[in-house]
């Protein structure tokens, strides 16, 4: 088992997210901004965005998982895992490969919790429910 694993809780499948000395994490949800945050200098004024969670469909009424089909814009993706950092280090996290090839990318992060990610689709993307979308690669120390 990977030392990154011990930081990450909540894996769907170890045996499938746990390999070659890294992470990946799983889509839970997929949300769409429907109207815009504020952010302001002092930070007296940050709002929220308003966001709704998009519903997956099934291809077939006996699948187990659905699917979000995705066009071109900016979406927010929830994780079915939470990270869980020894003190004072942030795990790296960023796109998994399949995602990329695929014309999606998220930010790369360092982070200590893992919240809402935000996902740019090029042309469209369709994402399975507990896909595997982002890989934790290692630790960044502060």
Excluded: C
């Excluded at 088992?1 to 990946?24: C, I, K, N, R, Y």
């Excluded at 308003?50 to 659905?66: I, K, V």
């Excluded at 399975?128 to 630790?139: D, L, M």
């Amino acid at each position: 088992m990977s030392d990154l694993a011990d930081a990450v809780d909540g894996l769907v499948h170890e045996p499938t997210q746990v390999h070659d000395g890294v992470v990946d994490l799983t889509v839970a949800a997929v949300h769409e901004v429907t109207e815009p945050g504020d952010v302001d200098f002092g930070g007296g004024e940050l709002a929220d965005a308003e966001t709704e969670p998009l519903a997956a469909e099934r291809r077939d009424p006996d699948d187990d998982y659905g699917w979000w089909h995705l066009h071109h814009g900016t979406y927010l993706l929830e994780y079915n895992e939470s990270l869980v950092p020894a003190d004072g280090d942030r795990l790296v996290v960023q796109t998994r490969d399949a995602v990329l090839a695929r014309g999606a990318y998220h930010p790369t992060l360092r982070l200590r919790s893992l919240e809402r990610v935000p996902i740019t689709v090029g042309d469209g993307l369709r994402l399975k429910e507990n896909a595997r979308v982002s890989t934790v690669v290692g630790r960044a120390s502060e």
